[in-house]
């Protein structure tokens, strides 16, 4: 059974950081792209970063390029999202989610290319 568990999330001031990691189970995802993505509550969900399954070629959203870097380890089948200068619109549930195809050139900001999802981690920003 495939599990995606994302850990790190918190309360923080304006300007700070922090660092989400997301450890998946059940399988190998060393072939396949992942990403992060957010909601905020009353908003539809967003696209924050990708990363592809080969060179780890990275993609983000305009609201966060520059503050947010995505890595992963594939040895340790893990994801991370590191967070910095956040400001209180970063405020919102983080998911990590695993793209539905293998070995796709480049990481997409399309939910429904994603099939695989963690249960979310609250980040909230305080002004």
């Known amino acids: 059974q495939v599990q995606l568990v994302e850990s790190g999330g918190g309360l923080v001031q304006a300007g700070g950081s922090l660092r989400l990691s997301c450890a998946a189970s059940g399988r190998t995802f060393s072939s396949y792209n992942m990403a992060w993505f957010r909601q905020a509550p009353g908003k539809e969900r967003e696209f924050v970063a990708a990363?592809?399954?080969?060179?780890?070629?990275?993609y983000y959203g305009d609201s966060v390029k520059g503050r947010f870097t995505i890595s992963r380890d594939t040895a340790k089948n893990t994801v991370y999202l590191q967070m910095n200068s956040l400001k209180p619109e970063d405020t919102a549930v983080y998911y990590c989610?695993?793209?539905?195809?293998?070995?796709?050139?480049?990481?997409?900001?399309?939910?429904?290319?994603?099939?695989?999802w963690g249960q979310g981690t609250q980040v909230t920003v305080s002004s």
């Open positions: 990363i592809s399954w080969s060179s780890g070629g990275t």
């Open positions: 989610a695993v793209d539905r195809s293998p070995f796709r050139s480049s990481g997409t900001k399309r939910e429904d290319q994603y099939n695989y």
